[in-house]
């Protein structure tokens, strides 16, 4: 039998596992009753562009992942990044936002500083999901910017919850974050869930002219510490 490691996430994944065989749910977390419920089901290594990085499976009612660098457990002041997934910014290089750039400066800082965690949530479009966000970008084309375009869709401006990046942090051991963040919405959602800021680190990646718009209205409308 291959023994992994003393690694102190398997130690947190062979504890989730023996509390997913006991769930009486079996996993089924849409209709789970406990108040959050969310699970490390598979760690393995990341090499990349970036550097060499943990890759940690979560599973909820969506499943999220955690890109660690060092050990961060029990630690204080990780460098943390909460990225929320955005398929054509991420993995198309679309212009119109600078969620792309933000993804690869995190992960450089991340190795650069050789200690720290990513957390990428499920939570594309602000939380609307993609093919809403294309309709979002219909309605941009048209003339309405990010934040009309949802609510003119029905969504609030921004639908994103950060509980389950707390619990995630919480799982793995994490006391205090320092954050990659120009968004003071996620400072306040990750205290108001038990999480120590200790220090908002800014995240800017220079605006360029397909999302000039789309960054002056994070700034001006969604209050994101941005000096553009
Ligand atoms: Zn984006």
Avoid at 117 to 131: K, P, S, T
Wanted: net charge negative.
């Amino acid at each position: 039998m291959i023994r992994l490691s003393d690694d102190p996430y398997l130690q947190i994944l062979d504890h989730d596992i023996g509390e997913y065989r006991s769930c009486s749910f079996h996993w089924d977390c849409e209709n789970c009753t406990k108040n959050l419920c969310i699970s490390l089901v598979g760690v393995a290594e990341l090499p990349s562009l970036y550097g060499s990085f943990k890759i940690l499976g979560f599973a909820n009612n969506k499943d999220h992942i955690a890109v660690v660098k060092g050990e961060v457990s029990g630690k204080d002041g990780v460098l943390t990044r909460l990225h929320s997934s955005c398929l054509t910014g991420d993995a198309l290089g679309s212009l119109r936002c600078d969620c792309g750039p933000q993804l690869h400066t995190a992960l450089a800082l991340l190795e650069q500083e050789k200690h720290g965690i990513l957390l990428y949530m499920q939570q594309e479009g602000r939380g609307i999901g993609l093919v809403n966000k294309i309709k979002a970008y219909q309605l941009q084309d048209a003339g309405f910017d990010t934040y009309d375009a949802n609510l003119h869709l029905g969504f609030e401006p921004d639908e994103r919850d950060y509980e389950v990046s707390a619990a995630m942090l919480d799982k793995l051991g994490i006391q205090s974050v320092r954050l990659l963040t120009n968004n003071p919405d996620k400072v306040k959602q990750l205290e108001r869930y038990g999480v120590e800021v200790t220090e908002r680190v800014p995240l800017e990646v220079p605006a360029q002219e397909h999302d000039e718009h789309y960054m002056r209205t994070k700034k001006e409308r969604f209050g994101h510490k941005l000096r553009l």
